[in-house]
């Protein structure tokens, strides 16, 4: 009996694995070639309680496949000592995109940059005698191979795999070591040839890739990575092309306007990838979410990870980019056997226009691209004229008709409100003490802060007397910090310092103030996320270096450098863990005194009410770090506003893309709302607590919850396809037509206008078809108006969601 049911499970599990292999054209999943459409999601920058409402969203948006990297600094805190809990419960997170019927990518790295902590390295590797990072190194391969090893066995043991049944297709090793290969010569050609064979000698029996790494060993598949990645190929010819990180926005950091990327464009570089022989496309990020605690990397990472990306931070549809590459993915899912059955036939159709036609039995799909950056253009294609807006790719099913064009987005667009709650809060605060409060020691020299503090905690305090004989202006003259240091001298707050995105290491003048006599001068340095990106990450040093010397005294200057110091690694109030129930508890709180630096705020809150993902709107205060029930939201820094002057009047999607293209924001807060998880409260009593580093006005800060309650389609005459309206929320309906208009409408979603020629009648039609359902189609006869004169009639409509 028992050794039928083993029997049993064996053939279940044979009977669900998958054979994954490859060829030129593309991954094939149990003999069948597949287009795969894959979509980053980082565990850890969502809940567990998200994760199933992401996956959905990402399955109900075409995507097949999700692809993670896997996080080393927070599963192995300690050499040995693992953790797999909470946000980190990568299993689960791997069995949820299992059970929605979606495969995985898992990216191990370990190295993973992911704009993470230090690109997720764990900081105790930095202090195992001898080592060096990514490179033929016998102390770093052996923790690598350790880690990476922990984590197949893992997906092994719960046959995660797909050749055991599990949804993982394919792993990486390594993570873009071509952008930093040069740096190690011959031992990081040696190192990236170990990597290899040490992951294959996993027998994971699914392909391992290796990303912007073009020499790789002939059994690792080398993915591209990159704003448009078509015309780039494998080495090999029998390897797939395909693209690992396709970049749906980009990051933002503290100190830099937010970063947007047009959907058209994205649409564009996707479509021309698999016009030109791509076949595996991953969206990075599909979904970003937020660095929580202190998990960014940079250093400047912002707490928002939303990247602009088809959900966005909050896991809402972001409209309408999720919508249009939605329909981008039906299309090339219904030319899949077309297009991966042939071999492109390259034509061209204008000096910068071309055709790519598939042909296969009966089927035969074209993709007919205009390059040209500035000009719409007319193409004739197999005697039919196809008009080609500027910088787009039309795919016609039947080599016919265009079933997509990546610049007309028919899919529905929304307009997302943050509203507040208007609670009134009432706070109550703490002063942290300035200086050495708690345990410390001694050294006669400028520390180096990751030695010191071992990343246990932003701060470090640096403190030390000097004699003042006379008066006079004095100041500060610090050779070298990153990447913030406040400057305190006798407990007197004197001035902030900080470095930038593009200065990470600078020099500081600082005027200070001294008493006759002897005087304290302390020195709180604070890292912003340790250094994910570049060679040797593990020799990149924080807070305060070189000489520091104190000048303007009669007596001339004084180099302090080689003088005692007294160090404190931390802060009274996280030794006391003021941010838990407990700890808040063990200290007196007081009247609130607002604009004062190293300040604990306290308040207790009831949940907004409702299902909307909640904020915690900061704008009014400074830079910090805020807790809600103990669970860190992440860093804060509104104060530092954004560089003026970079953003565009308008973005055109046309053109070439790069992060800095499509920028708003222009000199105001980089992140103002912080995402504060459902599940991380309860419905009444939660405590929220501050630490803020250099003032704020606690007063104004707000809850605001999140939703989408307008929606708005077009429908043109020129593709007159019917066109869906849908509520993004689970619970909503269409509760109003707010505006529907048949021939030259004004304005755009949330503003609408009736234009010189109009149908009236048109709002009790749509109303009928669309109010009290969740979703409903629109498809208008454009005969009902003339409109003379009018150059092409759209239908415009605006709804309300409400739940
Ligand atoms: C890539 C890297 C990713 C991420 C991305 C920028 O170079 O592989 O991990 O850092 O840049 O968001």
């Not at 390259?346 to 598939?358: F, I, M, R």
């Not at 000199?667 to 939660?686: A, D, E, I, L």
Request: hydrophobic share 35%; net charge negative; proline share 5%.
């Amino acid at each position: 009996m028992w050794l039928l049911s083993l029997a049993l499970v064996l053939l279940l599990q044979l009977s669900a694995a998958q054979n994954v292999s490859y060829d030129h054209r593309s991954l094939i999943l149990n003999g069948k070639r597949r287009i795969l459409l894959s979509g980053s999601v980082h565990y850890p920058r969502a809940t567990p309680e998200m994760w199933p409402g992401i996956i959905q969203k990402a399955k109900e948006g075409g995507l097949d496949v999700i692809e993670t990297y896997v996080f080393w600094d927070r599963h192995e805190p300690s050499p040995g000592q693992y953790y797999f809990e909470g946000r980190y419960d990568l299993v689960k997170f791997v069995k949820l995109v299992q059970q929605a019927g979606l495969l995985m990518n898992l990216r191990i790295g370990p190295y993973v940059c992911a704009e993470w902590n230090l690109g997720g390295f764990p900081i105790w590797l930095r202090d195992i005698p001898h080592i060096v990072f990514r490179t033929d190194n016998e102390p770093f391969k052996k923790y690598m191979q350790s880690f990476l090893t922990k984590i197949v066995n893992m997906m092994k043991e719960e046959n995660l795999f797909a050749s055991q049944g599990g949804p993982i297709i394919l792993a990486q090793v390594e993570n873009e070591y071509g952008n930093v290969d040069s740096h190690y010569g011959e031992a990081g050609v040696r190192y990236i040839n170990w990597a290899a064979e040490m992951a294959q000698a996993q027998n994971t029996g699914v392909p391992w890739i290796m990303c912007a790494q073009s020499k790789v060993p002939e059994y690792i598949i080398d993915t591209c990575n990159g704003m448009y990645c078509d015309g780039w190929n494998p080495i090999l010819y029998k390897k797939p092309t395909m693209w690992t990180e396709s970049y749906t926005g980009w990051f933002t950091y503290y100190g830099w306007p937010i970063p947007h990327r047009p959907v058209e464009d994205i649409a564009f570089a996707v479509a021309r990838f698999f016009e030109r022989g791509g076949s595996f496309h991953n969206y990075y990020m599909y979904f970003g979410g937020t660095n929580f605690g202190r998990t960014s990397g940079g250093p400047y990472v912002a707490s928002s990870y939303d990247y602009d990306a088809p959900l966005d931070e909050y896991g809402m549809q972001h409209l309408p980019k999720w919508g249009h590459l939605k329909d981008l993915h039906e299309t090339l899912k219904l030319g899949e056997e077309v297009i991966l059955s042939s071999e492109g036939q390259h034509s061209e159709l204008g000096p910068n226009q071309e055709a790519h036609v598939y042909s296969y039995g009966n089927g035969c799909v074209a993709f007919l691209a205009n390059v040209d950056s500035m000009n719409d253009t007319v193409v004739e294609f197999r005697n039919v004229s196809y008009s080609l807006p500027a910088w787009s790719v039309s795919i016609l099913l039947d080599c016919k008709t265009v079933a997509f064009n990546s610049a007309k987005v028919k899919s529905q667009s929304a307009v997302v409100s943050m509203s507040p709650s208007k609670s009134t809060l009432s706070w109550t605060s703490f002063d942290e003490p300035v200086g050495i409060s708690g345990s410390s020691f001694k050294a006669k020299q400028l520390l180096e802060q990751m030695e010191t503090t071992k990343d246990t905690s932003d701060y470090l305090w640096y403190t030390t007397s000097v004699e003042a004989t006379g008066t006079g202006s004095t100041w500060l003259s610090i050779e070298s910090m990153r990447d913030v240091v406040h400057i305190f001298v006798n407990g007197q707050f004197q001035s902030s310092w900080h470095t930038s995105k593009s200065v990470l290491y600078n020099s500081v003048e600082a005027p200070i103030t001294l008493a006759p006599g002897s005087n304290t001068i302390a020195l709180l340095s604070a890292t912003v996320g340790l250094q994910n990106f570049g060679a040797f990450i593990e020799t990149w040093s924080a807070g305060l270096s070189g000489s520091l010397i104190l000048k303007g005294l009669p007596g001339g200057d004084q180099n302090l450098s080689k003088q005692e110091w007294t160090y404190q690694v931390g802060l009274k109030g996280e030794d006391l863990k003021l941010f838990t129930v407990e700890g808040s508890r063990s200290v007196n709180w007081s009247a609130v005194s607002t604009e004062k630096p190293l300040t604990w705020y306290m308040t207790e809150f009831d949940a907004p009410p409702g299902d909307d993902p909640v904020a915690l709107d900061l704008a009014s205060m400074g830079k910090g770090q805020a807790w809600v029930n103990g669970q860190s939201i992440g860093r804060y820094w509104p104060a530092y506003k954004a560089a003026d002057s970079v953003c565009p009047e308008s973005c055109d999607y046309r053109g070439s893309y790069d992060q800095n293209k499509c920028l708003t924001g222009c000199g105001q807060s980089s992140q103002r709302w912080y995402h504060v998880p459902r599940s991380w409260m309860k419905p009444r009593g939660n405590l929220l607590v501050l630490f803020e580093e250099t003032g704020g006005d606690p007063s104004s800060i707000d809850f605001v919850t999140r939703s989408t309650n307008v929606i708005c389609a077009r429908v043109y005459e020129s593709h007159p396809a019917s066109v869906k309206l849908w509520c993004p929320g689970e619970k909503q309906v269409i509760s109003q037509i707010r505006f529907a208009s048949l021939g030259n409408p004004e304005g755009s979603c949330g503003s609408f206008k009736e234009g010189s020629c109009h149908t009236n009648d048109l709002s009790n039609t749509v109303e009928k078809a669309c109010v009290g359902q969740r979703s409903c189609s629109l498809a208008p006869d454009f005969t009902i108006s003339a409109c003379p004169g009018v150059r092409e009639k759209f239908l415009a409509v605006e709804a309300l969601c409400s739940s």
